[in-house]
Structure formats: structure tokens, C-alpha cells
């Protein structure tokens, strides 16, 4: 299942580590990555692909003292 | 004031009286503004030796552990400490110096990316890059540690931070008003908890973590409800309860276990479902709804689904619960189980059997003793045969399972509880992994009681190649120890050996009364076991036991 992601980060490059690791971690695969600086945010767009529930990664991210939010969507279902 | 100064002034307003350590060149400004300040700090052999030191100042106390290093193979040498508070969720402070700014990314001498390192085995970590960040950068890295769900938190301070000018600003958390939990799920939860006829509850490192022992034994004495625990959780419900069925898991009790697996409600108090916990997770109490009480929303329906979840303080949640009464026939039925399933030290032979040692130990201990250990057999002999009255006075290395971890978390214990008896009990395999912590306490002249059990084998692994592999016994041989009583002396400390049954109440005695440390080397036979034992990939009701494991062909 694909899920598209939007988070606003800390304006630190060692956050988007953090997050990053996150989604490595808890066993989603990256596919699509956006970054833009803005002021004292990062804004991220990110396309992870897992047949885990992506609840089990939005309660990890929501976990990161960096992570200032996180909203998901649905993108498509995968051909089984 | 310099930078390093300010660390110190912190760690005093803070109320961080003791710090434990290794200097080095990175930290050598910190070292200096230290030397002869109010915190107190203790020179372990080894930085390991102080990560863990902090962390068993921290479990025994409740209090923040604190430990520095310098840069490079200073700071890598704390990293397995912070892998181990990550994984129970000590709350920490790691403070490591760093190659000055300038020098960062030219692979200077000493130079390791620890902020990179700790990235998976912290809560959150820092790098101090301007000095106007230092004061507030501290002041959150105590509150993190030490908020929510506690967490080892790493602060990482170039020298020349150090060295430069700074000052003292306040920072301010957030308002900490206290998580409560949704009223829906509570309703949830005591509809379930009105409807189920065999509950158990199922009881987690989070009840130390929230300091909710009171709340915890209020709830089950209104209850009656049988509880099993995890083995962060031992002496969270006191051993006068008589539905405590001890320790569930792997190598947990047989009615513990059965419990569970019968059980129609699980009430999940401050626990995770960790795979030793669960054995075969989809057979894992197959016929059981779960409410999940939890500060950290991340672990609900992390490995197994919750029908109602209250995320909160387990203080602010568990009084919320209502107070039913459980089914006299189930608290009956378990009760049995509990009988049917007791220990026993009825032993053949003439060696000693470390169960019964380690249960004779437990009883002659006062209630406030601290028993810490290692990882391995003498572990899990220790969780099933010693009874502890508070999750404060059991230091066991559960997540990260770490070998090396019980002589320096005893050193920490002992300076958090001076008053207290503080005792170790490792193998012959754990001790040796920071056996230079010795020297920490012969400098510090550290009453604390070292027992080590002693079967010449990394005894778990050696217990796992006989059932798992075949009897093919790869690297597990350590019959060429040194002697455990000499090299204790070597460094100052009194001890002695035994190898027979008959031996053990005059050497337990000999140890409790000794004045200082003191070393207990137990020899006992290498093919002792750990019973029962749930064997990978099986549900936790098909328990391998003494007897059944004998019966094999």
C-alpha cells in the first residue's frame, strides 16, 4: 500500500536524519522524497510504500521531538 | 563563566548531586569546571561502566542517571548504555564532549558523529552548534529524559563551547498538564471489564515509569484480579497479593502462562507485547480482548490489536478503571494453577542448585535490598526465584538484554541508596564483560555483594545449542575462567568459593554480614537449565519442562 505523507520538521538537517531513519526503521520503503526550507520549518512531502498499517509509522514519527506534524493519504492499492 | 561552567551550574540547579564518567580530551573543560564543584562525580574503568552506572542510579531511584564521556571512543563506549535505556526507558543524560566546531567533518583525532550514532538509541539527541543554546539545549534534555515516556536523551558539546563565553538562561517546558485519557475508550474499557468473566492483568515496566505502584495494588485489591508481570514489572505488585502469578514469557511461570493463554480479558498496564513476552504472537491469549493502558500511543496495536486504549499517566488512567469484582470461580481456578504449577528446590545431587540459593538469598533479605544482575541464566533464575516488593529494587536488563550491565547498574544503585543492601548476581560469562568496574568500587569503598554463578558456559546459549542446535556446543566453553575469588582479591575485595549444597547458608551468611564488598563465587553444574521454557515459534501453553524435556527420545 503506497501512502503519501506531509510533515513540517525542525529547520535541521539532523531531523530530517531522524525521520528519515524512522521510516527505515519500522520497515517502510521510501519511494518519493520533497524538501523545502521554509523559515523555521522544514516542509517534507514523502511517498512510503509497506504492507504494514502506516498508523505504525505516523504514531512513531508523531513521537519525534523534531516531527511538528504529520498528515497521511491513502495514494493507491497495490496489485497483490 | 565558560561554557563548561555552565554545565556544572545546570546540573546543580537541577538537582544532579552525582554524575559518573571517564574524562578525556573533548571533555577535559567539563573535567576541569567539575573539579572541586558540589556534583560529585565517580570515575568508573570503563565509559560503559558509567552509562550503565547512571542507568542503575536512575532504576534504583527514580531519579535522572547522568553519565559524560569524551569524544570519539569515549562517547561509542556509552552508546550500548543508551541502546539499553532506550530499550526500558531509563530516563538518562548523556553528555559527550566533541572536537571543536572548526574541527568537525575533518576526521579529527577523536572525531566520531555521535549525534549520527544516536540517532536509533536515544529518545532525541543534540549537538550544541552557538553557547546561547547551551543553557536552554541542557535544560530540555533534562525534561525530555525525564517526561512522557522516559528516554536516554544525548547532548554532545564541542570543546570550544566549552572554552568560550556563556550564560545562564532559564528555559521553559511546555505546560506539562497531565495526558488524560479519552472518555470513550474509558467507557469501552469498563464495559469490557463489566462483561469478562476470566480477566488477568498483564503488568509492564510503566508502572515503575509513572510511579502508579499505589494506584496499581488499589485496582487489584478492589478487583481480585489475577496479574502477571514482565520482568521490568517484578515487584510492581507486591508479593502479598495472592493472585501475583510472577513473571509470563519465555521463561515465565506455568500458571502465569496458562493464565493467560485461558484468560477471555487482558488488561495491559504500561506493557508492550514483546516477542519474549508473547511467544507466537497470534497465539498469544487467542481468546482475549486487550484494553492497552499506555503513556506512549506508538505501542498501541503495535503487535497486538487493543479493543479499547487509554493513553495517559497510568496514575490519571488506572483510577478510572472501574473497581468489579472477579468471578470467584476464575480467581479460584487460577489459584489452583498457581498450586499445581509452585517451584520446587527438591534437587538431586550433592551441587548447588542456583535456584534455591537465589530463593534462600530473597528470603533472607529486608524489602528495601536491591538486587541487580546480568543476562543470561542466572537472569531469569534470579526474576522466578527472588520476590521483590517495588520495580525499583530489580535491575535486570529486559529489552536490549545486555551482558555487563549488572555490576556497574549495582555501583549506581548503591551511590542512589547508600542505605540500602545492594546486591549483583551474575554468571561467569556476564562478569567478565565489566569486571574493571571492581576498581570503581574498591575506590569508592562500595558495599556491594557480587554473587556470580559460575556453570563454566555462556549457559544460555549452551542451553540453546543442547535443545536447538543439535548439542553442537559452538564457543559457549568457559572452563578456562580465571579464579573469580583471586581476582576479586587482586583488587581489594574480600570473597570465597563453594561447591556443595551444605556450603550455601553458611556462605550467605558469611557474605550478608561481611563489612564491604564482597565476592560469592557459586560453582554449579554445567547442565542446569532454565525451566520451563516456551521454545521459538510455539505458543506459550506448550511450555517445555524439566520433565517433559527429559522424556524426549
Known amino acids: ?36 526550507s521554509k523559515e523555521e520549518d522544514f516542509a517534507i512531502k514523502i511517498t512510503v510504500d509497506s504492507d504494514k498499517p502506516i498508523y505504525l509509522l505516523t504514531q512513531q514519527l508523531n513521537k519525534l521531538v523534531d516531527v511538528h506534524s504529520v498528515t497521511t493519504a491513502q495514494l493507491q492499492q497495490q496489485a497483490s | 563563566m565558560t561554557g563548561a561552567e555552565l554545565v556544572v551550574q545546570i546540573l546543580a540547579r537541577e538537582g544532579i548531586n552525582e554524575v559518573f564518567g571517564y574524562p578525556g580530551g573533548a571533555i577535559m573543560p567539563i573535567y576541569d569546571a567539575l ?35 569524551t569524544s570519539g571512543p569515549g562517547a561509542t563506549n556509552l552508546i550500548t548504555a543508551l541502546a539499553d535505556a532506550m530499550m526500558d526507558s531509563v530516563p538518562l543524560l548523556a553528555i559527550t564532549g566533541q572536537v571543536p566546531t572548526a574541527a568537525i567533518g575533518s576526521d579529527a583525532f577523536q572525531e566520531v558523529d555521535v549525534l549520527g550514532m544516536s540517532l536509533s538509541c536515544t529518545k532525541h539527541s543534540f549537538m550544541v552548534e552557538r553557547s546561547e543554546d547551551l543553557a536552554p539545549i541542557l535544560q530540555q534534555a533534562i525534561h525530555l529524559a525525564q517526561s512522557g515516556r522516559p ?31 479519552c472518555r470513550d475508550q474509558v467507557n469501552k474499557a469498563n464495559q469490557l471489564l463489566s462483561e469478562c468473566q476470566r480477566p488477568v492483568a498483564y503488568i509492564g515496566g510503566g508502572v515503575q515509569a509513572a510511579d502508579a505502584q499505589a494506584q496499581l495494588m488499589q ?8 496479574a502477571v508481570q514482565t520482568l521490568k514489572a517484578l515487584g510492581s505488585v507486591t508479593p502479598d497479593y495472592e493472585l501475583n502469578l510472577g513473571m509470563l514469557g519465555m521463561h515465565g511461570g506455568e500458571a502465569a502462562n496458562l493464565a493467560v493463554q485461558q484468560c477471555d480479558l487482558l488488561l495491559c498496564i504500561g506493557a508492550r507485547f514483546d516477542d519474549r513476552v508473547t511467544g507466537h504472537l497470534t497465539k498469544f491469549a487467542p481468546n482475549a480482548q486487550v484494553i492497552h493502558l499506555d ?37 479460584a481456578h487460577v489459584s489452583a494453577l498457581a498450586k499445581q504449577h509452585a517451584w520446587r528446590y527438591d534437587y538431586p545431587g550433592e551441587t548447588v542448585y542456583a535456584p534455591a540459593l537465589l530463593n534462600k538469598l530473597s528470603q533472607r533479605l529486608s524489602a528495601d ?30 529489552g536490549a538484554g545486555t551482558m555487563g550491565f549488572g555490576l556497574p547498574a549495582a555501583i549506581g544503585a548503591k551511590i542512589a541508596r547508600p542505605n540500602d543492601m545492594v546486591l549483583t548476581v551474575s554468571g561467569d560469562g556476564s562478569i567478565m564483560m565489566n569486571i574493571q568496574e571492581l576498581a570503581t568500587i574498591r575506590r569508592n569503598n562500595l558495599d556491594v555483594k557480587i554473587v556470580v554463578i559460575d556453570n563454566q558456559r555462556l549457559g544460555m546459549v549452551r542451553q540453546w545449542q543442547q535443545l536447538f542446535f543439535a548439542e553442537r556446543y559452538s564457543e559457549t566453553n568457559l572452563s578456562d575462567n580465571p579464579d573469580f575469588v583471586a581476582l576479586a582479591r587482586v583488587f581489594g575485595i574480600d570473597g570465597q568459593c563453594i561447591t556443595h549444597q551444605n556450603q550455601v547458608d553458611a556462605a550467605l551468611g558469611a557474605m550478608l554480614s561481611s563489612k564491604g564488598p564482597y565476592l560469592l563465587h557459586v560453582c554449579i553444574d554445567d547442565k542446569d537449565n532454565v525451566w520451563p521454557l516456551v521454545p521459538p515459534g510455539a505458543a506459550n501453553d506448550q511450555m517445555m519442562t524439566q520433565a517433559n524435556s527429559e522424556e524426549k527420545p
Not at chain 2, 536523551?153 to 538562561?169: N, T, W
Not at chain 2, 506508538?298 to 497486538?304: M, N
Open chain 2, 35 to 69: 573539579y572541586e564543584s558540589q556534583v560529585t562525580h565517580y570515575l568508573t574503568r570503563h565509559e560503559q561502566g558509567a552509562g550503565f552506572a547512571a542507568v542503575g542510579y536512575a532504576r534504583s531511584s527514580g531519579k535522572l542517571g547522568v553519565c559524560m564521556a
Open chain 2, 295 to 331: 503513556i506512549d500511543a506508538a505501542e498501541v496495536g503495535k503487535r497486538k490489536p487493543a479493543a479499547a486504549s487509554l493513553v495517559a499517566d497510568l496514575k490519571a488512567s488506572l483510577p478510572q478503571l472501574h473497581c468489579f469484582v472477579t468471578e470467584p470461580d476464575w480467581c
Open chain 2, 219 to 226: 485496582f487489584l485489591y478492589k478487583t481480585n484480579m489475577p
Open chain 2, 151 to 181: 528516554g536516554p536523551v544525548l547532548v554532545d558539546i564541542p570543546k570550544d563551547i566549552q572554552m568560550g563565553e556563556a550564560r545562564y538562561q532559564p528555559w521553559l517546558a511546555d505546560d506539562d498538564t497531565q495526558l488524560q485519557p
Open chain 1, 1 to 36: 500500500m503506497k501512502h503519501s505523507l506531509t510533515l513540517n520538521l525542525a529547520n535541521q538537517t539532523v531531523a530530517v536524519e531522524r525521520f528519515l531513519r524512522v521510516v527505515r526503521h519500522r520497515g517502510f520503503k521510501l519511494t518519493a522524497l520533497e524538501l523545502a
Open chain 2, 369 to 398: 535490598a536491591v538486587v541487580c544482575c546480568d543476562v543470561g541464566q542466572h537472569q531469569m533464575w534470579v526474576a522466578q526465584h527472588m520476590q521483590f516488593s517495588h520495580p525499583s529494587n530489580h535491575l535486570s536488563s529486559g
